[in-house]
């Protein structure tokens, strides 16, 4: 039975295990993103969420390269109270650095030139 249900999610239980990490971690550091200001992790938890999924759902991409299917993907999927994705795509793009390892999410001097 388990198996069909992950078949019919197309997530793994090491996927669900992942998405809890990526909840917990975001959830602690939604407060210290650039683009929290004035909003709360609660409105930005859909798209903490579609970034985790689309991540899963397009291996091997760049961001870049799906962001208008990761923005068809978070407008579907949207609760009625989330916001718009202009203001989410930072946040989606965060959990796809994150998830690549390419940089963890707002180091202390990331985007200074010297930091390097």
């Given at each position: ?18 998405l ?29 969420r ?26 579907e999927a ?5 916001l ?33």
């Amino acid at each position: 039975m388990k198996a069909s249900s992950e078949r019919a999610t197309g997530k793994t239980g090491q996927d669900r295990m992942n998405l809890d990490k990526e909840t917990a971690y975001w959830r602690e550091q939604h407060s210290k993103q650039p683009y929290a200001k004035n909003y709360s992790y609660e409105q930005f938890e859909h798209a903490y969420r579609t970034g985790y999924n689309s991540f899963l759902k397009y291996p091997g991409k760049k961001f870049e390269e799906v962001e208008d299917s990761l923005a068809s993907d978070y407008d579907e999927a949207k609760p009625t109270s989330a916001l718009p994705w202009d203001t989410v795509r930072p946040a989606v793009s965060s959990v796809w650095e994150r998830m690549t390892g390419v940089l963890s999410p707002r180091e202390p001097g990331r985007g200074v030139r010297d930091f390097i």
